[in-house]
Structure formats: structure tokens, C-alpha cells
T-cell receptor, first 117, second 114 residues
Framework: AQKITQTQPGMFVQEKEAVTLDCTYDTSDQSYGLFWYKQPSSGEMIFLIYQGSYDEQNATEGRYSLNFQKARKSANLVISASQLGDSAMYFC??????????????FGTGTRLTVIP | DTGVSQNPRHKITKRGQNVTFRCDPISEHNRLYWYRQTLGQGPEFLTYFQNEAQLEKSRLLSDRFSAERPKGSFSTLEIQRTEQGDSAMYLCASSRGGASETQYFGPGTRLLVL
């Protein structure tokens, strides 16, 4: 069974500083995908970044990068130059194949990030 | 892309009433998912459509829940005889599939059952 663990219920970061949000996962599959989503108080889940298990390089998208350590089964999100608008819940998720070929997303419990001015 | 839209954004109902939510996916996306998110948790998978066919249903989807996607465009999720335990955020996501499938979510419908 798939499992995602986010051990930080809440994190604080000073504006313009970098912050790392932790995510570990557990799977017996060789092929899998890992995602990070941002959920502001409005409720919408906003896709941030994706890392495939066979990708050799860490994914980057603007100020977001994913520190992928396959042997340790960790996929930490790094946000550089934090902005006030980054304050939100952040969810790590793993793609879980369904029998019909589609993919369920299995989410962790999230980390609430607060950016301090 | 105009994004995934959901209506209504909020719904308050009394226990025992029926409610229906609508999701309009990104136009070229053939896959549509419904998730439920309770307080303090990440979203949990409910059901999946490939075009108009409902191909997967979670055990979370009791017989009081029904979902449709007529003509493979918008989708509706109906809850009959609502219970207080149904109070949650209901999220819809769509994708075009592929090896690195990315699901794009709507703003959700927040349901409160009194």
C-alpha cells in the first residue's frame, strides 16, 4: 500500500528566506510519480511540481524545487525566496495506479506554511 | 485553459436532504476525478471517469453517492439523504492522462450538513 508521510504540521519562514517541507513515501513499485500541491485558504489545490521515479535530475519550477532522494524515499519541497503569498497548506502526493489505467493521487496530511514579514 | 470550475462553492443543507454538485473540467481533458477532503486531512479519492464512463469507485463512495458525466463533459456528484459525516470539501480534478499525468483541481465545494 502506498503511504505518504509529512511530519511537519506547521512551519514558519521569514520572508525572502528559503524553506524545506519534508515528505517521505513508501511504495514497492519501481515506477511512480510524486507531486506537490499548494492549498490556500480558498480551498483550491494548485499543482506546483512533479518528479517521476526515473527522472535523474531534481525537478524545478521557478522558485520551487524538489529534493528527490530515491534511496531514502524522500521528496522534499524547497521554496526559495519565500513570499507572503506562499502562506498556505502544502500537500505531498504520490500517483497510485488504478486498475483501469488511470491514477489516484494519495495525499499526505499536509504542512501549513506561514511566511512572516 | 480556463481551469476546472465547480459549483456551488459552498452548500449548507439539513440532514436527510439531497445535494448535487457540478464540475466543469478543462475542455480537452478526458479524465475526471472526484475527491473528498475532511478537516486536517489530504484529499481522498472517490471516483474516476474516462470520458463518460465511470471506471473506478472508492469504497468511500457509499450507495448514497452517485456521480455522472454525461457526454464526457461536465460531471455531477449527488449525495442522497445527507448525513453530518458527509460534511467535507468535495474536489474535482481533470487531466489528459499520459505517462506523467498531472491532475488539475477545481476550487472545491464545501458542504456543511446540519
Amino acid at each position: 500500500a502506498q503511504k505518504i508521510t509529512q511530519t511537519q504540521p506547521g512551519m514558519f519562514v521569514q520572508e525572502k528566506e528559503a524553506v524545506t517541507l519534508d515528505c517521505t513515501y513508501d511504495t514497492s513499485d519501481q515506477s511512480y510519480g510524486l507531486f506537490w500541491y499548494k492549498q490556500p485558504s480558498s480551498g483550491e489545490m494548485i499543482f506546483l511540481i512533479y518528479q517521476g521515479s526515473y527522472d535523474e535530475q531534481n525537478a524545478t519550477e521557478g522558485r520551487y524545487s524538489l529534493n528527490f532522494q530515491k534511496a531514502r524515499k524522500s521528496a522534499n519541497l524547497v521554496i526559495s525566496a519565500s513570499q507572503l503569498g506562499d502562506s498556505a497548506m502544502y500537500f505531498c502526493a504520490m500517483r497510485e495506479p488504478l486498475q483501469t489505467g488511470a491514477n489516484n493521487l494519495f495525499f499526505g496530511t499536509g504542512t501549513r506554511l506561514t511566511v512572516i514579514p | 485553459d480556463t481551469g476546472v470550475s465547480q459549483n456551488p462553492r459552498h452548500k449548507i443543507t439539513k440532514r436527510g436532504q439531497n445535494v448535487t454538485f457540478r464540475c466543469d473540467p478543462i475542455s480537452e481533458h478526458n479524465r475526471l476525478y472526484w475527491y473528498r477532503q475532511t478537516l486536517g486531512q489530504g484529499p481522498e479519492f472517490l471516483t474516476y471517469f474516462q470520458n463518460e464512463a465511470q471506471l473506478e469507485k472508492s469504497r468511500l463512495l457509499s450507495d448514497r453517492f452517485s456521480a455522472e458525466r454525461p457526454k464526457g463533459s461536465f460531471s455531477t456528484l449527488e449525495i442522497q439523504r445527507t448525513e453530518q459525516g458527509d460534511s467535507a470539501m468535495y474536489l474535482c480534478a481533470s487531466s489528459r492522462g499520459g505517462a506523467s499525468e498531472t491532475q488539475y483541481f477545481g476550487p472545491g465545494t464545501r458542504l456543511l450538513v446540519l
